[in-house]
């Protein structure tokens, strides 16, 4: 038995030992194909980098931003800004003389966007890795509130291929914490929070297709407008430049929608794109086709920027009235918008809706308008009620409207005033103006005959249409009295009215006279009659 027992415990022992052995090269035969995982992918990096497939990104351009903020000072102050960010990232950056000098040997203006035998010259000449071009959407400190809007593109001098791009829009009251905390109402110092946030975001490398017997080369490319709203088209132009034949056809691609451009003049090809419905940055593809078949691809040639939200605008006024430029008084009106404004609308009609006064502009919403009660041709409006109406439009067509309600009155207010005695108040003066009229405040007095002041009242808003004046017995008994009141009334436009006057309030007592006594005259009533 005890030898049983050992020969069966020395067999426990071999298969758990062999159990562990196929576990240790179960592990080693993970590691090793791990390993030599790794040494695949980095032997493709290797040869990606080897082939020049991964272009590092050291060197950059900056062009101008174009600044459709509307503040002249935008654009120092960001593209400052931009360019001490990327230092701080490691990137090294051309001099401005030598951009402002290749831009101006080749007569370029426009820096909203670049063309493809441009981006190549700019890696020959200036030996730049990618181009960095962008706009300023939105610099503004209006009434409470400041706003930064910025756009980048990244475009790789390599393939001239959009590789990054990004927007980004914030407000000071973005960055509101708990209990009001955080607020940033410096607009230089929000510009640089926004330039900060999307240069962040700027790759250092990028993988890039090569292109080998390149019988067609992309030259400039024109999407208009530049910023579209959802669903709706913009006009496409491309030049394609032709070594041996010109492509038989040319298309453009948004995303899975594909476009076809027609050869109108010259190397250039013209149609139309419908965007997406969906806000955001979309880049657009050319693709060109020999007839052979052979396609060349020209990947993120553009970008289009589609925005659906229209603006949202509004209009404060420093009050709701005027007296009109005859007595020197007007309406100042505050327009705001959250966002870059196209063009604005402002038009005043009357309560029938007929035109009065209006005008009409183009890029940046005024912050003020004033109106002084007169028409285009300068003359004097009618007194009633008037509307201001606000329409603006941004760059993709949307449109916001706003609408105020202001009054033109330049007669003071009309009051009637009467006096009556009553033997339980003494004196009540009634009161009586049009419904129509808007009191802003007044004031009632009445006085005595040697000035004392024997009732003062006043309010505001709608006067008390009838003011009871009590007055002692002892006074009542003195017979006649005169009494002096005075009314002073301001409307909501500031006109006043004001009057004076003396009224008796009690007739001088008369004697009782009686007919003396008639010895003729005969009573015909008898003592039962009472």
Not at 47 to 54: G, H, I, S, T, Y
Not at 258 to 274: Q, S
Request: net charge neutral; aromatic share 8%.
């Amino acid at each position: 038995m005890p030898e049983d027992r050992t020969q069966k415990t020395k067999h426990g022992r071999q298969k758990q030992e062999a159990r562990s052995k196929k576990s240790v090269l179960c592990s080693l035969s993970s590691v090793l194909l791990f390993l030599v995982s790794c040494f695949f992918l980095l032997s493709t990096f290797a040869q990606a980098e080897e082939r020049k497939d991964v272009q590092k990104i050291d060197r950059l351009v900056i062009l101008p931003m174009v600044n459709i903020s509307g503040n002249f000072d935008a654009q120092t102050i960001i593209d400052s800004l931009l360019q001490k960010g990327l230092k701080k990232r490691g990137f090294k950056l051309v001099p401005y003389e030598d951009v402002d000098k290749f831009l101006s040997n080749r007569r370029i203006r426009n820096t909203s966007s670049i063309d493809r035998i441009t981006t190549l010259e700019l890696n020959r000449e200036l030996g730049v890795d990618a181009v960095i071009l962008g706009s300023i959407d939105q610099y503004s400190n209006i009434r409470d509130e400041i706003y930064v809007g910025l756009t980048l593109r990244l475009i790789g001098t390599r393939d001239c291929s959009i590789m990054w791009m990004d927007s980004v829009s914030y407000t000071g009251s973005d960055f509101v914490g708990l209990l009001g905390i955080g607020r940033v109402s410096s607009l230089d110092k929000l510009g640089e929070v926004a330039v900060n946030n999307i240069v962040d975001g700027i790759p250092r490398k990028y993988l890039f297709g090569n292109r080998e017997d390149n019988l067609l080369e992309m030259g400039n490319l024109k999407i208009s407008p530049a910023f579209v709203g959802g669903g709706k088209s913009a006009k496409v132009s491309v030049k394609i430049v032709s070594v041996a034949e010109k492509p038989v056809q040319v298309q453009a691609y948004v995303g899975e929608m594909k476009f076809d451009l027609k050869n109108g003049n010259g190397n250039y090809y013209d149609g139309e794109i419908t965007v997406p419905f969906i806000d955001g940055l979309y880049a657009v593809d050319i693709i060109a086709t020999l007839s052979d078949g052979k396609a060349f691809h020209f990947p993120s040639a553009g970008v289009v920027n589609v925005n659906t939200v229209p603006p949202k605008v509004t209009i404060s006024t420093n009050k709701d009235f005027t007296a009109g430029f005859i007595k020197k008084d007007s309406i100042i009106f505050t327009l705001k918008s959250d966002k870059a404004i196209e063009k604005w609308e402002v038009e005043i009609v009357d309560k029938e809706n007929k035109y009065v006064r209006g005008g009409r502009g183009f890029g940046t919403l005024p912050m003020q308008l004033v109106w002084s009660g007169e028409n285009d041709a300068g003359g004097r409006n009618n007194d009633g009620v008037y509307n201001l109406k606000l329409s603006v439009w941004d760059a993709s067509g949307n449109a916001g409207f706003f609408q105020k309600e202001i009054m033109l009155d330049t007669t003071p207010p009309k009051v009637k005033i009467n006096a009556e005695t009553s033997d339980s108040e003494g004196v009540v003066f009634n009161i009586d103006y049009e419904k129509e009229e808007i009191i802003d405040k007044w004031e009632f007095i009445v006085t005595g005959e040697n000035s004392e002041i024997i009732k003062k009242i006043s309010g505001r808003g709608d006067i008390d249409k009838r003011i009871a004046v009590s007055l002692m017995l002892g006074e009542r008994a003195l017979g006649s009295r005169k009494l002096m009141y005075t009314f002073k009334a301001i409307d909501k436009a500031g006109n006043i009215f004001e009057t004076s006057n003396q009224t008796n309030i009690f007739a001088e007592k008369k004697e009782e006279k009686f007919a003396k006594k008639n010895e003729k005259f005969i009573n015909s009533w008898g003592e039962g009659d009472f």
